[in-house]
């Protein structure tokens, strides 16, 4: 079975600082791994995502990921964060069957301050 | 950009109501999804929709839901008699294709249900 974890609940940093938002999965087959970001009142976005080939990959609005298949780890990062990050973000992992049936961490809010 | 959509933003609702959620898909699509998310807990599966039928649903997804594509263009979940506990925030998505690696799912705004 799948699943996905998101240590941090909250992640406060400051304008131009970089980040870092934890991902860990867990998987007895290969997965897909996703990041998807929420901002207030509108729905999941697309981040980036990482099917194959390279591990690192680098998505939308300055963020990138790298898959860790030894670690499980899948973190997300940005070397300098924006006030309009501001948003919540969510890991998932998709099932290898249904390839859009995902299993979702439970979310980080970045709060970015000036 | 095309973009999913669901109506209303947020519902009230009384314990033991039905409720119909709506959701507008991207026109092309072809697999429809609903997600739902507990204040606090993560975002879990609900049921995924093809070719007007079920073809996945979760142990949540009991004889209480019901989904529906009624006219080409909306695709519904229907709650027959709400609880407390089905109060959450509720996704749609869709899918132009649902194999792997081609195409990714596009997510409405969330649905905010409070049954009370």
């Known amino acids: 079975a799948q699943s996905v974890t998101q240590l941090d609940s909250q992640v406060p940093v400051f304008e131009e600082a970089p980040v870092e938002l934890r991902c860990n999965y867990s998987?007895?087959?290969?997965?897909?791994l996703f990041w998807y970001v929420q901002y207030p009142n509108q729905g999941l976005q697309l981040l980036l995502k990482?099917?194959?080939?390279?591990?690192l990959v680098k998505g939308i609005n300055g963020f990138e990921a790298e898959f860790n298949k030894s670690q499980t780890s899948f973190h997300l990062r940005k070397p300098s964060v924006h006030i309009s990050d501001t948003a919540e973000y969510f890991c998932?992992?998709?099932?290898?069957?249904?390839?859009?049936?995902?299993?979702f961490g439970s979310g980080t809010k970045l709060n970015v301050k000036p | 950009e095309p973009e999913v959509t669901q109506t209303p933003s947020h519902q009230v609702t009384q314990m033991g109501q039905e409720v119909i959620l709506r959701c507008v898909p991207i026109?092309?699509?072809?697999?429809f999804y609903w997600y739902r998310q507990i204040l606090g807990q993560k975002v879990e599966f609900l049921v995924s929709?093809?070719?007007?039928?079920?073809?996945?649903k979760s142990e949540i997804f009991d004889d209480q839901f019901s989904v529906e594509r009624p006219d080409g263009s909306n695709f519904t979940l229907k709650i027959r008699s709400t609880k407390l506990e089905d109060s959450a925030m509720y996704f749609c998505?869709?899918?132009?294709?649902?194999?792997?690696?081609?195409?990714?799912?596009?997510f409405g705004q969330g649905t905010r249900l409070t049954v009370v």
């Open positions: 929709f093809y070719n007007n039928e079920i073809s996945e």
């Open positions: 998932a992992v998709s099932d290898p069957w249904n390839f859009n049936k995902f299993y």
């Open positions: 998505a869709s899918n132009s294709a649902g194999n792997r690696g081609n195409t990714e799912a596009f």
């Open positions: 990482y099917l194959s080939g390279s591990t």
């Open positions: 998987s007895s087959v290969s997965v897909y």
């Open positions: 026109s092309n699509h072809l697999y």
